[in-house]
Structure formats: structure tokens, C-alpha cells
């Protein structure tokens, strides 16, 4: 793209200036000085001579790059990329740092804190003033005068360091542009904020008495000081800082006062010590600092004018008052306290109001009086008006024509404000800027009193509008963007204008954008729209010559809002040396001021916002222009960008054209014209101007887009005139109107799902709630009309950005489709459904309020046929936009048919996509729009009856068969039906009864014709079926398809007809919601979730009204699959959760009952059936326990474990319905343990008793384990008692018999030889769970079972738990493989074998794998009945008994499905092929102990160590003893040769003296082998280790005796015993019993079996040790 770029000097482009060649963006000129900033950073000075073009010169700045720059006093101030400022004097050529830096601050402690430089981006220049402004949008000042808007309007008090405006803290200010002698900025709009009375007060501490480095300051606000930020307060127009949330106590404080930052608020203290910049003398504690740095002891007398400041360290408080008012008029001492209290809200802040302050906010207020005196001719003299910087002029202005007012105000403010804040609050109602917006300033004569309160009972509530809100998909505050957002949102331009936020190109015209990415695209687009609209603009200094534009002549030294411009879109302001002008987003021009006699050019009009077109304009003059007047150019031109010199104006059309406002001649009157600049083929662009001096940049602009530009100004001028003067007006009628009412938001979702509700039960809206309705619709529609407007202000604001050469990259429709289709789409929905129900029609009092107040202008808007009803007025201005889309689908027809023209084939693919979008939309706009009339005339026809049940906004007809005949099959002849079908339902009306049928739930197929029935047609429905008959064919074709298109449309669309591609036919599988009302099991419920042709299938939700509820999967109409089902009863809800098979629960699940117990296992017709566990109760409570085992019909029935833990008793054995049936055996915490036969839950006949101390009892027992009849009692020593016993052993036994003493020597065990004979055997335990698997596998009874098949259906299964997993949010990754079949052989081999064992590895080890389930089921009985609190050692051989039983019938399973293992009672030996790897022998407990045995270990390691417990008692107590023995003596005492420790060369005796006392230095590597036998699991793994602490002990020897040397038993067996003691295993004897109970028959013998006898050995010689035997 071709750029150029022009200067030249004033009116005349023929007075060439010289220019940088690179791009300009920023021009600062005074008298013959011109300065350059390019966009490479660079800095350049033109100094000029008369007509001559001058020289140019760049000013070296080393690495800086400037990025803005001003001409002030005879230097340049410029602004570099890092935000640093500086200057440079033009003579000197000396450039010096210009700190601007936050003032320091002390805290109450007397910790000091210097203040944080301050990062700069703009600064601009007056005659006296200098403004910079911040990254932060922070204004920060040098120089004198009104124009700093430093609550000062002396000319003595220079501020020679920048200070902060603090009027703009928490506000953002956008741009910012200097007079000379006046000051203009652009602020973005606070919107208003809705108060929360719920909220609590939450007193916030002034952060800037608090500093970071203060160690108290940190503690006192709890860290806050370090991240609190100013941003959190916004201002009021007194410049106080009001709290954000300050809604605390259920009244609108909308101006309450906000804690102070600083106790040095003032301006006037934070020039004088800003920073460590700052003289080292000043006091910063000091109230009474100068701007100049010096003490303030001027006499009151002379401090005339407005001063509003804190003095917090003078000012006492006083009771009675919520504020310290401090009257500063000229006969009063600065210092004279009137009174302060404590905040209402528990905080100490106080509020300081001026009396002078006052008179000023009230003269601003009633400016139109002023401004109305000056068109009246009462002027106030020229020598007033001349004088820039008069003091007195607005106090004048008051006392003469307001004085009545002012005066009392300012006795009000001077006696006291008890309720300050709440009358601030109403204050806010005549000065707030959010209001004018909205045409709701209020008239404020002389006699009223802005201070006299509303009655207690009116709540003051700020208006606002959803368009006025701000919620940004970025999360942020609604009064402050976030940096990131800021910085994006507004940036300044080539032009010096602003920029708001546009969506990259990425993906721009994909069709396959996510929705949920359109939708937040959409909100970013409507968002930056808000933002650009919502503007205002304020100003302040000088105002002899009206260039205030506040209607007066009034000087001010505070900012003033302009209130005529506040949202209007301004996007740019400049200044002159005493005019200004500012620019809209819409292209029209708005100025004020007075350089000369004429008014540049402008047209005067009553009301700024009363002229929608710029070409209908007043033509009265006023040599003074005081307000903003719209300026006219030549033929209606609009304007994309604007510069002003000192008394001219530089205006680049949309056209690219060029005009001059003001004098070519001095000796020429006031003039626009158009001047030539640069090549015909080029179109300016941009423009720069300051003093004199003007550069404009032009380059290559597409015809296209200009007309485009220039539509879109237009239509957004229409829009934002309607939004002003009908919208929001309107959305204050309306929330008056519903205010009381329950308030819903509309959402169409929410309101269809209502309405079918409503209408399948034949409920009936009331009035009321319809009337709310409507109501609720058009605020919704209303809203979405500023939505629209919004959109525009962004597309036009991206095209006035975009310089891309491709015309589809500037076009927002083109290079957005999606995202503005989306907006205008929402718009539509809206706007056709209210539409449908009469919302565009207007009450009375919605049309005396709004439109019969709008101005007469608007009527220009509207055609005259339009004009007849105030509701017709109203439609055709809301229904504009619905226009404008089929004007962009012809725009983009017509980009179409010249695309051979201008555009490449690439470019007008991407022009077709777009037509195509938007041609869709049209269409479907257009459809929409006659389907809502249609329904309009429909509910205006039908009965009220029908309309009040049936009405909703989002309904539409689609035939009716009064016009469209259809009736029921075989109907009576004096029966009377009808149908009429909508968007959602169909209606059946029979008289005055009618029925309503979802179209979510209705399949319909056509009837083939029979002599029974022509052109029939079929529809099915949830609970029953219609036949319906059409006169003709014809008649029928059309009733199907408008079935079929009501069915895809209430199915797929959700409303938004047109956006969807639509199937050929509505799909059979669907997801809707039905309430049931005749089928029996369904009664009243609600389910919603998915259909097949009626039925319920899928996954779904069923809900009933008592609170029964079912969620998961269906089939066929009945609960089948995977799904939870809650049943409420009085004492809770009781939940069955599982698999579910024809509406019952079939297989594993689990049932939570409503008093908390819970069963978990399989099930059959929803009841326990099969192995299952319950629990009862919880641990603490008395009726805890857990049973464990099988389960019949809902019954404990088979073997199964109850542990009662309350109790501390455990039963192991046999039940029956529920009760102890058959051989048991119940042990206790007391050590009892006895067994026998169980009868009905009674112990009875012949059984044996166990205690803890050995004895036993064998003969009659009775229920609870007492003694009931004949028997034997015999004790450890020998001794017996036979005869008859009775009661228990805890309570004492009576008996009757005979004692024996026993002769033989005691048995240590004393196991009774019918120990076991009432117990269940190990293979009858347990076979549900295995059952369990063989049925999942497919594994019978039958001999012949085909393997293949066996692992198609393992197979299956996987699958089948996969799908589950998934369902259940589960992952399947882990199943690595095993769900592929593997290859079978015929032979087994080493590395098959390897094979199938890596595979049973992942199996045991993975959950959805059958053999893991059952691993798993397993484990858990194992650990049920071996486990817990009541673990008892007599249990010990039952469990090894289960061990091997596991063993063995895992084994069996497995060799089902690897066939070619060997049988249980047969070794395989498998050599392998590799050397270095050890040869297998295959058994059964090869193949199964390495993945049962680690589960199992800790219950049975437990029962080994507690059975173990005496000797192994024994044996560490020996162990103790002789490990406090050093090596010598415990080698010597066992008998080690000294050969094996005794280094060469020495003696016994020299050795003692050296190691005599050394410990655990010998065979280290052997003992800590042997010290990881407790760590194994398997016996095989524990003699591995045994043989490898062999081998270290084997080592250690040869290393020191030679390879060669052999053992013998006797020298190895003392070294090994040595390894032993040494190891400290505690339980050593558990260890190896474990083994030996474990251990393969094969692997006692050999080389294994020696060297675990040998460790046996060595336990028992260590047992049996005399402890006085050791040295």
C-alpha cells in the first residue's frame, strides 16, 4: 500500500513544510518551531522563517525513543517508550529528566515511604500549563492557573514539580488536550451501580497512611496495604473520593465518602513534596504546604477563590455531625472547625466541604441560566470577559442570578449536614453526568434547595440501563477495566485519536467455529462498543471566550463535565488557543469556543442531540459559541478524523477529503473549505496540527469501504439518536412499571421450559403474570437494541483503525461474519418475540412518557404511514436494524457482481461466504418476522382462554387447521376438532377443552391408504397415539411436512430458526422432557433425557413429585443399564445404584439405606443375591457391624462373616434366612474362641472352646458360647476336669464332675484333636465369588469347554467394563493390552510361559478385569475374616488353609484360559535358553502366590506374629542381650573362628585392644540381605533371600581366605548365626513358619532346603540360649 505524507503551514498546502520521509505521529509546534515524533522513536525540530519551508534537524537522544512530545516555555517536553519525560531547552540543546514521581507518603508510625515514579504516554502543552498522562489514566500537571484543575485559580502559585489531579482518581481518562489557558480531557462514563443492601459494611483502612515498609502498617490491614488500590474509589463532582460498594445500610449512598488516600490530600501538598525529588525541609505530615514547596502563611484575606482541601491534622471532631464542614469564604479563617463524628458505617473518615465550593457546583448546575442570559444579550463586561484568569467570576455569576440558592447552600454546608452522605446522594441527582445521559437532568431553579432531603421512605436508587452496565468477558470491576483490557481498549492512533478493541484475523472466516468462541467474540465486540459510546467530556480553566463550552464565561478550576457530549461516542478532542472541538464515532463534529469574531464555521442549535442528520441544522449565529454545536460541512460530509491549530480547524472527510475551518486571510472572514492535498489517487487519512503547522497522511482507500464507512456513520447516528431519546427513556418507563413485581430475568430457554410445563398440566397464566411478561420482554428487547448499536460503534471504530490493504480484513461483516451475525441473531429472536405477543405495542402511559416527549425532529424519521399510532412509531424505529440486514446482504451482492473489477479470486471467496451468511440471515429475519406476525393475528383471533394458557413469547404458528383442514380418524359427526400447530406444541381443541402435545416427544409417519383410511397420518406419543385424516393428498403432503419442520425445529433449533442446518427428516432419536399422566409406574413423573419413537431410551433423568428419582441409562421404556435410583421414606432416602436389567437391579451394585447402612455386592430383582457385604451403623455406635458372604434373595444365606465390632465378636461359618445356620466358629477380643453346630442363631450340641491361656473345653455348649452340659476342661499342664458345666468363663463356671491330673509332660500347644471338626471347609468358602467369574467367562460344569469361546467372552466382558468406565468418568489406559486376545500354543515353553505370566501380572492387577475382580473380591473376604480388631491367632491354620485354597482354584480358572499350564499336582520344569537366567519349575503356587500373596500379606503376617507371639517373645529378648556385645565377644561366644574375623598378622589379645569394642562391622552386606526378609512377600522370595545372604556371607570369607577356600557346616553354621543376631528380625519365628506353611514340597530339598534349615537352626539354638551362657 502506497503512503504519503504532506506539510504544510496553515490554510495553504501550497506553504510546504518539511517532514520527516518516516511515518509522523505526533506534531508540536510554537511560533516558527515545529517538532516531530516518528514512529520509529525518533525526535525531529523544524524551525521556520516566514514563507520559507525552513531546515529540519534531529535531535540526538542516544537509545531513547520518543513516543510523544509538546513544545512548552521554549523547550520541548517528550515523552520516551519506558514513560520517563524529559526536556530539552531549544538554545542549550541540553536535555534534562523531568521526574514525575507519586508523592512520599509517613504513616502514623513515622515509618516514610518515597513515592514511585510515575510512567507517562501523552503529554500535551498550553501557554501556562503543562498536562502529562499516565499509564494508570492518571492526570498529572505543571505550570499555573485554573487550567491545572488544581482547586487553584492563583496566578502567583506555580506548581514547579507535576502533581496528580486527584479530581479523576479511579476514573479513566482516555486522552487529554491543553488550550491556551484551558484544558480538555476525554473520560470514560462511570456507570451507575445498583446498591446491595444485603451487603455488609466493610470499613476500609486510608491506605495511604499506611505504608509497606512499616512492619504495624502491614499488620494493622492485614498485608492490604501492599495490594490495595486507589481504583477501588471513584469521584463525586465535589472531588471526594467515593467507595465503590458504599452500600451498606440499606440507603443509596451513591456518594458516601470513601476513606482518603493521603492525610495529604491536597494538591497543594503533594507538588510541594511529591517524592524524594521533593526539598528535604518541607514537613510531609504538614497540612499547609504551598505549591511551591514554602508554608502556607498567606492571611486568609487574600486567599480568594475556590480551595477545597483535607486538613486531617488540624481539624477537631465534634458530636452531632457525620462530616467536619469547613467554610472557607473570604471572612472566615481557613481553620474553623465545625464538627465531625464517626461514619454510620463504624469508619473515621471525614467529608470536607467548601462553602465557595458549593456556590461553584450550583453555578455549574444552572449554567443554562447563564448560558440562556448570554443568548438574551445580558453579557457580563468585556473587561470581565477578557480577563483569562478573573477569580470572581462564577461567584458573581451566582449572586446574580442564583444568589438565593448558593446562599443557602453555603449556610447549609457552613451550620453542618447531619446525613451528608444521603444528601450528596441527592445532590447526585442534579450534577451526575450518568444522568444527563439519559435526558434526566432535572430543572434546578433559584428557590429550590438542592440540600432538603426526600421523605425517610424513598429510597434514592440510581437509574441505569443493561446497555449502561459493564461486564466484560476479561472479569473485570465494573468501574475499571483491567490493565490488559485498558491498554487494549483504548490506545491512541496515528491521528492521535482512539483506538477500542478488535478481534485478531485468525480463523476468520472458519465455518466450524465454536459457538461458545462466537458468543464470547460476540461480547467483546458489544463491549467495546459500550466502551467507545459511553464517553464524556470535562474541562476546566479559562472560559472568557466560551471555550469551556459550559453554556457560560465562567472560569474553573476544577473539571467540569460537558454535559451535552456524555455518550455521544466522542473518540477525539483537540484544542485551539480558545476553541475546541470534538469528534464522534459516527463522524459528526462538534465545536465551541471563539478564536475570532466568527463561529468556525458552526451552526447554532437549541439542542445538540435534536438533529439526527448533520445536514439539518439551524443557521442562527452567536459570535460566541458557549456550548457544543454540531458543525456542517459541505454536502453532509462525515468525518473520520480532525486537528486544530490556533484558530483553525484541519477535518479529513470519510472521503479522504480535506477541509479548512477558519481564516486562509486575515483579511477573509470564517470559512470551510475544501483544499487539494497530494495525488487525486491517494485519500488522507489522518491528520496532525498544532499551532500552525499540519501533516497529513493519505494512502490507498477501496471505494468500497468508504461507501461502506459511510453507511454504517449514518446508521449509527439513526441508532444512537433513537437509543438516546426512545430506549433508555423507555427502560425507565418500563422498570417503573414492574417495580414491586417478582423480577425474572427473560431468558427463552427458561421461558419455553415454563411454558410447556404450564401448558401440559392446563394451567393458565393470571394477568398479572402475563403483564409481567410483556413487560420483561421489551426491557430484553430494548436491550438488544443497544446491543446492536453497540456492535456498529465497534465495526465502525475497526474500520477507522484498519489500514490492511485486503478489503474482506477492514470490512467487519466480512472478516467477523460470525460473531455479528450472532449479534444481529439474538436481536432477531427478540424482537420477533416480542413482536408476537403485541410488545411493540404501547400503553398510554409508555406513550405519553416516551414518545410524545421525543423531539419533533424524530418524526423526520419516520414515513408518515408510519405516524398513525404511537405503537406504529415505536415498531418501525425498534425494528430499523432488522432493515439494515438485508441492506448488508445487498452490499455484499453488490461487492459481488464487481468482484472482476477489484477483487482477487482468494478475496471474493471469502465476499461469497459472507453474502452467504448474511443472506441467510436475511432470509431467515424475514421468515421470523412473518411467522411472529402471523402469531400476532393468531392469539388477537383465538379465545382468551386459549391466548392466557397458551401465550409465550418464543411460540410461533405454523398452521391452523381452520385454514388448513385436518381432523381425527373415525370421528363422530357431531363431534367438533381442531388443531393448530405451533413452533413447540401441538394443540387439540375440542369446544372450549383443549389438549396440548410436545412436538419433542411426537414421531409422525404417514399412513399408507386402505379402505379404512385416506391420506391418514400417524403419531406416536409418549403415553398414547393420534390417527388423523386430511381431505386430500395434498392437504396431508403439507400437514406432514409442517409436522416434520415443528418437530426439527423444536428438536435441533432452540429456537434460533435459520441458523441450523436442518436433516430431511426429524431424527428418532432425541433428547426432551415429558410429564406422565397415565401410565401406572411413570405417574406424575417428569423425565428428561432420550427417546427412540416414543419410548425411553437412553440416558435420562426421572423425577417424581414425592421424591423419587432415577438417573441413568433406559431401554424400551424401562430402567436398563447404569443408573441410580433414590427413594425417600420417613426416615430418609434410601439409593440403589448399579446395573439395572428390565427395571430391577441385576449384578454388582450398591444399596444406601435410609439408616445409613450400606450393602455393597451383587444383586438380583434389586436385592442382595450373591457374595455382599453390609455394613451397619457406624463404629462408635452399639449396632455396628460389617457382614461379609452370601447373600440369598435379600437374606444372608451360605457361609459368611459377621463382625460386630461394638460387640468385639467375630462369627465365621454358615447362615440361613438371616440367621446362624451350620457349622461356625466365633472368636472374641477376650481371647475365647469357640466352634460347633448352629441352630436358628443358637449355638447348640457338642462343641469345643478355646481360651488365651491354652486351656480348652470340649463337650455341650450353649447359646453365646456358655457351657451347657456334659464335658472336659483340660489345662496346659495336663490336668482335666470331666463332668457337667454351666455358665460362662467370663462370669464363672459351676461344675460337677471329677479331676485328673496328668501324668505326662505338659503340652506347650495343648490342640485339641477336634480342633477344626466343626469349621467350614476352605474349598466350600467363598464359591460365590468365583462363581461370579466362571459366569462372566463362561466357564461350566462341563468337562469340554472351548477355550476360544471362553476368550471371546472375556473379551466381551472388557468391553463391556470399558463402556462402564467411561459412563462412569473413569479410564481405560491402564488395561494395556490384556484386553487383546493373546496366542495360545499347544506346547508350553520358557518364553511362553514368561509370557503368560507378564500377562497374568496386568490382569490380577487390573480392575475391570474379571481375574482382577475376583482378586480383588477375594482379598477383601480374606481380609474381613483374618482382619481387624479381633484377629485371633486360633485362626491361623483356617487361613492357611484359604491360602492354598485361593491357590489352588485360581490356578484352576487359569488353566482355562491357558490350557497347555500343568495340572495342580504337577511340576513343569522349564530350562531356559539364556544362561544368566535361573530355570523354572511351574506349580500352582509359582503361578499364583507372586500377585495373591501381597494382598493377603498383612492380615496373615498379623495371625503369624500373634501366633508366634510367646517364643518369638523369648527369642528377642536373647537377641537384645547379645547385640549390646561387641563383635569379639559375640563372634567368640558363638563359637566363630578367628580366622573369619582376626586380621592377619595379629593375636587375639592385640586385637581386642583395637576392636574390642567395635559393632556391626562384620558380614554387613549378608546382615542387611537378610534384613529384607520382612519386606518379602512370597516364601519363594524369602529363601531367594536367605540363599543370597548366604552367597554375601560366602563372599565376604573368600575375600579374605581365597576363592578356593570350602566350607564346612561346622565353620558356617556360627558365621550365619552371627548374620542373624546381628539382623535384629524381630519376628523371626513367624517368618518361618510362614514359609514352611507356604513353601513348595519340591523346594525343601536341595541347596534351598539346607540353607532354611540352617536359619531354622539358628532360631531355635538362639530361642533356647541360656542368657548366662553369653560372655
Known sequence: MMVATHGWRGGDPKNMLIVPTETVIRVAAADDLTVFVTAGGRLYVGQYNGQDRGSLQQVELGSRCVRDAAVYKGQVVFVTDAGEVFTQDLEKKEVHPLPVVEPKKTCTHGQEEKGRRVRV?????????????????????QGRGPALGLFTNKIENEITNPARVDFFKGRRVMQVEAGAYFTVALVEALPPVHPDPSQESDHLPDFDSYV?????????????????????????????LVRKDAFTDGRSDLLSPAPSRSSRNSVFHEDGESSDYAPDELDPTSGEVSCDGTTLNTPVEQRTGIELKEMSRVHKHSEGSDFEVVDCNDETEIGKEVGDRKLSSGGTSSLFINADAARQFISRQLSWMTATSIEQGELLADERVNNKYHIDSATELIKENVASAANSAASLVATGVRTVSDKVGQLSRHFSSSEVADGELHDLSPDSDPFILESSSQTLKPKMSKSETFNTSTGSLPRKLSDEHTRKTHTRTASGGLSFPKLGRDGLLALDKDPKQVEKNSGIIVDGGRHILNTEVWAWGSANRGQLGLGDHSHRSTPTSVATLNHMGVTKVVCGSHHSAALTIDGEVFVWGDSFSSPLGATQTNDVANNPSPNKTSTKADPAVNTPQRLELPEGSLVRDLASGDNFLIIISVDGLVYYVGKLREEEETTVEQIP??????????????????????????????AFLKEEMKYLNLLKFVAQHVVKPFQLVTEVSVKGKTSVTPHRDKVSATNDKNCSNGKLYSLMEESNQLHQTKQVLLDSYLDVTHAVASSISDMLDEQASDVTAVIPIIRQVEEYKSIYQKYINIVCDALAISGLTLSSKEAIGVIEKCPAVLSSLVPESKRKTNSEYFAHLILRPLQHIHEYAEFLMKMKQDSETYYSPFTLDKIKIAHAHWKQL?????????????????????????????????????????????????????????????????????????????????????????????????????EETLTLACP?????????????????????????????????????????????????????????????????????????????????????????????????????????????KNGKLEGKGIIRYANKDVYIGYLRESQPHGHGELKKGRFSSQAASVYTGEWSSGTKHGYGVLDEIAQGEKYLGMWQNNNRHGPGMVVTMNGVYYEGNFYQNKLTGYGLMMFEDRTYYEGELGAGGTFAGKGTLRYPSGDSIEGTFSGSWEDGIKINGMLHKGLAPPDEENIPKSFGKFSVGASQKWECILQECRDKLGITSTPEVSTSKIWNNLATQLDAEKQLASRQGGTTDFLDGIDRIPELRDELSYQHFMDIHLYLGKAFGCRLHPLGQLLLSLVDAFRATYGGVVAHPRLLPYAVQEVHSFTSRLFEIVRVLFPNLPGENENLLLESENEDEEDIVVTPAYVIHPWLLPHLYSPLSTLYVLYHQPKDEEYWQRLLKWNKQPDTALMTFLGVDVK???????????????????????????????????????????????????????????????????????????????????????????????????LDPHMQHGELGIMFTTLRACYYQIQNEKVSHML
Open 1540 to 1638: 573369619f574375623w582376626l586380621p592377619e598378622g595379629t593375636s587375639l589379645i592385640e586385637s581386642s585392644r583395637t576392636i574390642g569394642t567395635m559393632k556391626d562391622q562384620h558380614f554387613t552386606e549378608a546382615i542387611e540381605t537378610l534384613q529384607m526378609l520382612s519386606t518379602s512377600f512370597s516364601p519363594r522370595d524369602k529363601l531367594n533371600l536367605i540363599h543370597r545372604t548366604f552367597q554375601q556371607v560366602s563372599k565376604a570369607v573368600m575375600t579374605k581366605l581365597g576363592s578356593n577356600y570350602l566350607w564346612s557346616m561346622d565353620d558356617l553354621f556360627p558365621v550365619f548365626q552371627y548374620v542373624v543376631v546381628r539382623s535384629r528380625i524381630q519376628h523371626l519365628g513367624a517368618e518361618i513358619q510362614l514359609i514352611d506353611d507356604l
Open 677 to 706: 492535498v497530494g495525488d487525486a489517487a491517494l485519500r488522507c487519512r489522518s491528520v496532525l496540527c498544532q499551532c500552525d503547522s499540519v501533516v497529513c497522511t493519505s494512502d490507498e482507500m477501496h471505494p468500497q469501504v468508504i
Open 121 to 141: 504516554r501523552s503529554v500535551a502543552a498550553g501557554s501556562d500549563h503543562v498536562l502529562f498522562l499516565s499509564n494508570h489514566d492518571e492526570i498529572w500537571v
Open 922 to 1022: 436475511s432470509n431467515a429475519a424475514h421468515k421470523s418476522q412473518l411467522e411472529a406476525e402471523s402469531t400476532k393475528t393468531y392469539w388477537d383471533t383465538c379465545s382468551p382462554k386459549i391466548m392466557e394458557a397458551l401465550a409465550n413469547p418464543i411460540r410461533r404458528i405454523l398452521r391452523d387447521s381452520r385454514t388448513n383442514p385436518i381432523n381425527v380418524h373415525n370421528a363422530g359427526r357431531f363431534s367438533s376438532h381442531s388443531f393448530v400447530l405451533f413452533t413447540d406444541i401441538l394443540v387439540h381443541i375440542q369446544y372450549s377443552n383443549f389438549s396440548t402435545y410436545s412436538l419433542s416427544t411426537m414421531w409422525v409417519e404417514p399412513v399408507p391408504n386402505t379402505s379404512n383410511i385416506q391420506n391418514g397420518i400417524h403419531i406416536t406419543l409418549p
Open 212 to 240: 509497606r515498609s512499616c512492619e504495624q502498617c502491614r499488620q494493622e490491614t492485614g498485608d492490604r496495604v501492599l495490594f490495595e488500590d486507589i481504583d477501588e474509589f471513584d469521584k463525586c463532582p465535589l472531588g471526594l
Open 1032 to 1140: 386430500t393428498s395434498s392437504d396431508k403432503s403439507q400437514w406432514m411436512y409442517a409436522l416434520q419442520e415443528g418437530i426439527k425445529r423444536s428438536v435441533l433449533s432452540k429456537g434460533d430458526s435459520g441458523m441450523q442446518v436442518m436433516p430431511r427428516a426429524p431424527p428418532l432419536i432425541r433428547s426432551a422432557s415429558h410429564t406422565f399422566t397415565k401410565i401406572a409406574q411413570y405417574k406424575d413423573a417428569t423425565y428428561n433425557g432420550q427417546w427412540f419413537c416414543g419410548k425411553l431410551h437412553g440416558e435420562g433423568t426421572m423425577a417424581w413429585p414425592d421424591g423419587r428419582r432415577y438417573e441413568g441409562q433406559f431401554r424400551q421404556g424401562v430402567y436398563q443399564g447404569l443408573g441410580r435410583l433414590e427413594v425417600p421414606s420417613s426416615g430418609g432416602v434410601t439409593v440403589y445404584e448399579g446395573m439395572w
